[in-house]
């Protein structure tokens, strides 16, 4: 199995931009569906963002969609979220979760294993 480890949260201004680092050990991080999801106090977590490095698919959430972008890094065996032109309402506790079986997935539910989270707070 993999353990996951999220790190690179942070607190920024508007307009900032963060990358948060996923570090996959146990496994390669190209062997799973790998994501990030987010929760803000007092709502459900939610979908972020999704790769598939097989044919190299990514997927967003319209809320993130041109802002952020999902990446990996093979040698360090890390997969990274770029977050640019951050937003007040991106303000969460971020974590990367990795899903085993095949085809991207938004839902929680499909992910299989999960990192500790990180805090990005985005102020105004």
């Known amino acids: 199995q993999v353990q996951l480890a999220e790190s690179g949260g942070g607190l920024v201004q508007a307009g900032d931009s963060l990358r948060l680092s996923c570090a996959a050990s146990?496994?390669?991080?190209?062997?799973?569906?790998m994501g990030w999801f987010r929760q803000a106090p007092g709502k459900e977590r939610e979908f972020v963002a999704a790769a598939s490095w097989g044919d190299s698919s990514t997927f967003y959430a319209d809320s993130v969609e041109g802002r952020f972008t999902i990446s990996g890094d093979n040698d360090k065996n890390t997969v990274y979220l770029q977050m640019d032109n951050l937003k007040p309402e991106d303000t969460a506790i971020y974590y990367c979760?990795?899903?085993?079986?095949?085809?991207?997935?938004?839902?929680?539910?499909?992910?299989?294993?999960w990192g500790q989270g990180t805090q990005v707070t985005v102020s105004s």
């Open positions: 146990g496994r390669s991080f190209r062997e799973y569906i």
């Open positions: 979760a990795a899903d085993e079986a095949w085809g991207l997935s938004t839902s929680m539910g499909a992910y299989d294993y």
